[in-house]
């Protein structure tokens, strides 16, 4: 099957949203485009950048398809430092606790949807009056995320100090 509706729903992470969705496609895109871009590199926010472009051109050339994709990429660098945050700041009990998981599966959700709403309207006009209806607070989440990431120490780091 190319959709796991159940795993895509339980998500707990941006990173595994993909994994569930368009699988096919995105084994591809990954393959293809995104590791292409990387090669012996340290993977970016470049590297998804120019991959979720790709994928917005790939799906055809309305505003909706390209909010929706430019918008994945910050999504994605917000799951990267929820990641990092929990291997280098929070407690490990707390990681691991079910509120912690549903709290994560619940953004995931929240973020998938707000940003799909581009992706169905596709006009930019419409895009961008639903997402200023809810005062872009998801955006508003990613970036900060997205910030903050810039300010903690790689995790690899840290498993470095651990071991």
């Known amino acids: 099957t190319n959709v796991r509706f159940l795993g895509m729903w339980l998500s707990d992470s941006a990173s595994i ?68 945050a929990e291997v280098i700041l929070l407690p490990r009990w707390l990681v691991r606790s079910y509120p912690w998981w549903l709290l994560k599966v619940v953004w995931t959700d929240t973020a998938v949807c707000y940003m799909s709403m581009a992706f169905v309207l596709l006009e930019w006009d419409t895009s961008v009056q639903i997402h200023k209806d809810v005062y872009f607070l998801p955006h508003i989440v990613m970036l900060v995320l997205c910030t903050a990431g810039l300010l903690l120490p790689r995790a690899s780091a840290r498993k470095a100090k651990a071991a």
């Open 17 to 84: 949203v993909p994994t569930h969705w368009n699988v096919r496609t995105g084994i591809f895109l990954k393959r293809y485009v995104y590791e292409r871009l990387v090669g012996d590199g340290r993977p970016g926010f470049v590297h998804i950048l120019m991959t979720q472009l790709v994928t917005a051109f790939w799906h055809g050339l309305y505003p909706g398809y390209l909010i929706f994709f430019v918008g994945t990429v910050f999504y994605l660098q917000s799951a990267r430092t929820i990641y990092r």
